[in-house]
């Protein structure tokens, strides 16, 4: 089974790509939605999550205190780091056991923000980066989220840059709305049909 992940940094339109993706008939596992599912479904998570942080993490329906939890981690890169080694081998979990049901496909994508800060393209046969201007990506998450630029570029230091994502990349997609996107997404498509593993 040929595994592609495919990141980009918040607002830089991946969720859009991988949209494209899927109407090509390609599976995605979307790790960022996964991981906030199974911090209210996975029992032993929440567990943990309190441990480290408190009872204040959970609200009184074992619903996750997204705003309490948020305040925390985007304040302090140590409380960050925390949240990711409780969370991210839950994620990973669960990616194993949806390939299981995922495999006539040609090949799979794995969405994930922190994909080369999870180390968890290590774990995909390729990966891919999508990029966008600064400025884009601002001006789409202040219209989406309704958050400050300031805000924004809090989170974004959490995260690696593009230039050091790019070292890492096996292709990139460049999301600037002057190239065309649909092109760029239909040729990797090709690519990867092509791949034969064995």
Not at 8 to 30: A, Q
Not at 88 to 105: C, E, G, R, S, Y
Not at 113 to 136: D, F, G, R
């Amino acid at each position: 089974m040929l595994k592609v992940g495919i990141t980009g940094g918040i607002g830089s339109g991946k969720t859009t790509i991988c949209k494209v993706f899927e109407i090509l008939g390609i599976p995605v596992f979307y790790a960022d939605e996964i991981a906030k599912e199974i911090m209210n479904t996975d029992k032993n998570l929440r567990l943990k999550i309190k441990k480290a942080f408190g009872d204040q993490s959970y609200l009184g329906n074992e619903q996750l205190n997204r705003k309490y939890i948020a305040d925390l981690v985007f304040a302090d890169k140590t409380e960050l780091e925390k949240l990711n080694r409780l969370v991210h081998p839950a994620v990973f979990h669960a990616f194993d056991d949806w390939l299981i049901t995922h495999q006539n496909a040609p090949y799979v994508l794995k969405e994930a923000a922190l994909l080369y800060e999870s180390q968890s393209y290590k774990m995909c046969n390729y990966s891919i980066l999508v990029k966008s201007p600064l400025e884009i990506k601002i001006k789409r998450l202040v219209q989406r989220d309704h958050i400050t630029a300031d805000d924004i570029k809090l989170r974004m230091d959490k995260q690696f840059t593009d230039e050091q994502k790019e070292k890492l990349a096996d292709f990139v997609l460049v999301n600037d709305e002057k190239q065309l996107l649909i092109p760029q997404v239909l040729d990797l498509h090709q690519h990867f049909l092509s791949i034969k593993l064995f």
